[in-house]
């Protein structure tokens, strides 16, 4: 027995019996109310699962969560999660600031996820959603003395942003929040207020995305994504105390930059105009992947077309998340 199909087992002893081998996803449009998810210590059905009106994080934002992807390869028949550990290992942080515990170790949690992606018969691609967070139901704003929660929810799902020509964008007149403010470093519900505003002032003003600044001034990241600029062949990344993020996503891809490509990548703070004056700019993240940028208010990125190196990230980075590449196997875990 290897590794995956020991802690698939221990997931398996966590769960309730199946009780519906009909729910095929591949051959019938995925039906979300008659899905599976784990909630309350339970996978249920989606349409079984009830939150209370007063629900803590609903009304103060006392939550936190991941966005974790799963690929299909056809060719293998293979369902692959990309990088779960590191996910589950974020989430646990996430719940540290906010003073919470996930209910599982990470080896857990990883096997419950493949467990809930098996019982839902998933041969696409797939979106997953782990969300912890506080249940109790009155009135207070505080983090002490309320009951924890967790959940996780998955769902078929393409792409983020329509990148097939590139992306649009605007610098927003909205600041990312301080970690002073706010944890900037961990993925919490209610600070993405911060994003949404973000992004729907880059909407209404006809772009796709928006781009945030600090409050100094330099460049962050996108509403939901990390920012790589590339000049003269050197990649360029705001550093994690410029209150980013710090994207799995981003370190996948300062990796396959100096380890794949033997090209120079550098952490720094970056100043708006260097936008204006970049051969390529990147977003990228789980929900976003590769995310190519040909313009930013109104001006042209390089050619104004997508560039040679985000084509070359991109097919390694589809290679790679379908474990088609020995090398980073490891980080690809099979479902099936």
Known sequence: MDAHEATRGSAQMLLEPDDSAANSIGSRPFDRERAWVYFNGQ??????????????????GTGCFEGIRAYWNQTRNQLYMFRAEEHYDRLRQSTRILKMALPLDTAQLCALTGELLRRNEFRSDVYIRPLAYKSSEEIGVRLHNLEDAFLIYAQPFGSYIDAANGTRC???????VDDNSAPARAKITGTYINSALAKSEAYDNGYDEAIVLGQDGHVCEGSAENLFLIRKGTLITP??????LEGITRATILQLWTEDLGLTAVERPIDRTELYLADEVILCGTGAQLSPVVEIDTRPVGEGVVGPFAKQLEGLYSQLVRGEIEKYREWCLPVY
Not at 170 to 176: E, I, L, P
């Open 43 to 60: 996978l249920r059905r989606y349409s079984d699962c009830r939150l209370g009106p007063m629900t803590h994080a609903l009304h103060y």
């Open 170 to 176: 605007m610098v927003s007149s909205w600041r990312r």
């Open 239 to 244: 550093p994690v105390y410029d209150n980013i």
